[in-house]
């Protein structure tokens, strides 16, 4: 159902973003797009500045923007504080998250051991297993493929995309949702060298995911040898990532695509991890802090610090480094003039006395 | 059916890569095998000048290489201005490519929904699921565990390996060839920090590929947030590539395993990209622009422009870097003498005056 | 069962490790469990000397330690030469590697072509497929989602988790482990440029894996172009990890997560790969030599050789290159007043002659 622009701007009020209109608030609005793309019934939305000179081409009934954007006069302007959560919301709001109806497939089924239980209104799809003495929470989406190891423990609301892995007894929270091929608990590389052969550790421990962890496509995160590996409450993770044996970490981090975690790193709260960034084993990253794209972090990292580079140092020296790298030719070649010019001055004294 | 040698040439005159034949044109030949492996039935080829010296030893038939090259005179030859797309026609014409008959498969059957529409002469293999209102071209293979989300639209004679995921939505052109594991249109990592929070930003964009498209091993390519996640036609990637929402990949580019884009990403047509590159959010990598292995990509590139490094800048540069860097002890050490000599010339000549 | 401490150092003379307790041999062992973890009915170690001053705290039953360390007279300890093998000895026997029961699944069955063979007290279970003319081993254990294409052989006691899939003719020796989502054969990024285009290579070669390898989660083996990519007996890989087509790696390697190896490379016996080392094609590895974490190596490296960074270099060299880069502003502002204080001798000396 579509709405006016003055019904968007009190969807926005209810969430206490405060926005101001300029322009028609009858406007019809069927949608959110991009600048770009964006049709005569759908709002648009400017938050990154690179891209403000596209205001004059879009054909946006409205954009949500920054108070300070000067926007072409002839477009219904939307100004809130953050552009990026109102339009957050706006999504949300007029589109909605992905459901997960129940399909109707012919000619399969879901392999359940009987020993497994699977809570009331549970979705589980045809080509999905539930081992031996799994529990499966209220509401669960579990999609084709998937495959739940003996005695996992899965809370209420968790959605598992197609040909999700979860090793024998992984907890997870609730509504965590696990994206497709990803692999949870499958053995870290532990091993010991005895007699001249990689003799291999037993991995005895587990997994554990709190609530409300989102975990992005094709990602690995390794049972502890003993003990439990961890991901705290609300961390979300895109895709592609390793996580080592043993690691743990905190709440409502965000790593981005290709992250790798060696084994027992101590995580803090609220970090960020850039793409490709990696960690070695046995350090801790402090709450808040920031880790720089492909990143090689070989030393534990304060609280709040942001760090950059291979090996990782704080970005502040990165940047000088990187601007002195820069430089490094005509450094080089400063060398070596001043070393002639040195000898030829030595050269002279050397006259003189 | 074996071949002589003389009609291994007439294939390649017919692909007018005017092959000149040095020796035995009654030669059989079953096959292509390597220098190093082949067989007095088999043709081999010299492509790479690195293997020159392997000339001597092999047990091949007949060799294909330029017509620079001294070959051994036991040997016989087949010149031609490019051995690789040479040999690449004999693979193809010899051995074929890799046919996908319909198995004999005991004990499943696919999961089709009925709302779903599959096209003639399909191969929906038991295990496979194709959900609500898909649809699936002419000549389709789809492996057992592949899941076509509700209402992706699939071209004609595209295969599908197994564990092939393709979320909601996902458009694929004809002939596109996904290979095992990989995941398509899976939500990207957009969330907007909302009250100390991370809110998810609903996904409701999609991924489209051209034709043509090839897709390694266990990738992920993020569906839009808004709008969609495109790759053109005839583009070719490897294994456990990582593709951001929203980015844009041109026509007819080669991305090798491990390369990760952010979102947002424009990438021109005839890019190559190097394993293990990466490229940040929201610039531009020009038309056959070249991206070094492991590069970290932080500003825009021009069309035709190789970059290499992190952060990654012009090759000639980044090689007059590398060359002072590898220098930079001595020329640390230099600079602590020049300073050591200066000195005792400023001693002198305070001395002296 | 439980053990006492007194039959814990049974097993580990067993195991020729000459242990000497200190401490109360008829303490009760139920299990190992790490120092922060342990409680009073555990067994615990210290390997990582970072750790020592744990040991004041822990409530373990009792600690595996090397000789020299100076334990809290309180606390039960056996000394050994090494304790990570000793607890690795403690693991396996207390609670012992991971069983693979046949479970009482309803709702599925294998996908099992009539014309492959398998082995007897092999464990293929609802929902794995195995192709035509496919051979599996005795003892072996196929989970749900497998696929093992056509004419693949696979030997005793191999165990293959959720989703592997192994493309046709793929080779595994005895004792092979593969995680959950690896691929292991599809085609590698095999394609020459014809008038243009890139035309697809047939990939027409395989992947053999030796005896006792085992390959992490989410991992991709390309298959060669001619020939064969191969992997060696006893050579374990973690997750994430790309080969490259054609490329041979040794015995007993080590390679950790998301290593990525390009096609052609020849690598030894006994080579460690630390995370998210990249190899580029057609260079040689040494016997036992170690890529450092990040390495991005571009030339051979020899045999026993350790290297580092990208390019890599040998690590005594890198150390120093990473010294000076790390004071490389001070060294260019060193040079810049240099400049200076000799631009003003030659002032100086210019205006004395």
Redesign the interface.
Known sequence: MPHTLSQVCEILERYAMQPTLAGDGRRSIA????L??ASEEQISFLS?P?YEKMLAGTRAAAVVCKPEIAAPPHLNVVRVA?P??A???L??EL????RH?R?????????????AVVGENANI???A?I??HATVGRNATV???V?VG?RCRIGDDVTL???V?L??DTVLGNRVTI?????IG????G????G?????????GIVELGDDV?I?????I?RA???RTRIGN?T?????I?I?H?THVGE?C?F???V?L?GSVEVGDRVTMA??A?V?G?IRIGDKATIG??A?V?NSVADGETVLG??A?PVR?MR???A??????E??E??KQ??K??AE??R??GEA?
């Open positions: 949608g959110v797009a991009t770009e793309e990154n690179k953050d990026y959560a339009i957050t919301v999504i949300a589109h909605g998250y992905r109806p399909p109707r497939i012919v000619g399969g089924a879901a392999h359940v051991a009987p020993s799809h045809p080509g297993t081992d031996e999609y084709p493929g495959y003996p995309y197609p040909n892995v090793y024998d994206h497709a091929g990803t692999v499958n053995d870290g590389l091993y010991a060298p005895i001249g052969k990689w003799v291999k550790i037993p991995q005895i989102e992005g496509a094709n990602c690995s390794d040898t003993l003990g609300g979300k993770m895109s895709n592609l390793a080592g043993g409502h965000m981005v695509a290709q790798g060696a793409g490709q990696g070695v046995h794209a492909k090689g070989t291979a090996p140092i020296e000088r480094q990187v002195c790298l820069m430089r490094l030719p450094t080089t400063t060398v001043l070393d010019r040195l001055l030595e002279r004294l006395t």
